[in-house]
């Protein structure tokens, strides 16, 4: 089974969170989203645009009272809700339904609505507005700041090695010549202990 929905229309009111009346619950956020059902009816004063309840929670809310205001444009995934609800002293319980936001886009269109009011940019926007050599020198400046970051983190010393001596050639001279005399010497033992080695020495 599949509940999955997208919706693209403006938000009809500012969106409204529950953080003002307590602080220690999970961010929420709630604001009617208006869509056109792009048609029009004969009847001039019927309404062609539905207004749909919609809810966010978490970082998605967050970004939600950062970057909307009423009469953004938005695009929202997300899963349709019916819930219910019963008033004291009433038998029949009331039912509603609502969209909870998995995710949201801002579109790019929506800076500055009819109200005046002047919404902060969101960073697909101005991703969008750099040049590519604006967006290749970001892109290197991400990278370099990864790299350090990650050298920083390993918290790693330089190696230390000793430095190698050099010898001069008087003193290769020697060396070889002790070791030439050594291999001599184990070769005299050696031709003492067996006779036979000793016949071919001779």
Known sequence: MINKVVLVGRLANA??????????????????????????????????????????????????LQYCRKGSTVCVTGQIHSNRYQKPGEEKPQYFTEILIESIKFLPNFGAIKTGD???????????????????????????????????????????????????????HELLQSLDTLTNETSQENAEDDPKEAAVLS
Not at 34 to 53: C, M, N, S, W
Request: glycine content about 0%.
């Open 118 to 172: 002047i919404l902060p940019q969101t960073p697909d926007e101005i991703w969008s507005e750099l040049s590519d050599a604006e967006k290749t020198h970001a892109i290197l400046l991400a990278k370099e700041t990864s790299v350090k970051q990650m050298i920083a983190e390993q918290n790693t010393t330089p190696i230390k090695t000793e430095p190698v001596k050099v010898i001069t050639d008087d003193e290769s």
């Open 15 to 64: 969106p409204k969170s529950n953080q003002q009346s307590n602080k220690n619950s999970v961010q929420c956020v709630t604001f009617p989203l208006a869509i056109e059902r792009g048609y029009k009816p004969r009847d001039e004063q019927a309404q062609t645009v539905d207004f749909l309840h919609c809810k966010a929670f978490n970082r998605t809310a967050a970004n939600i």
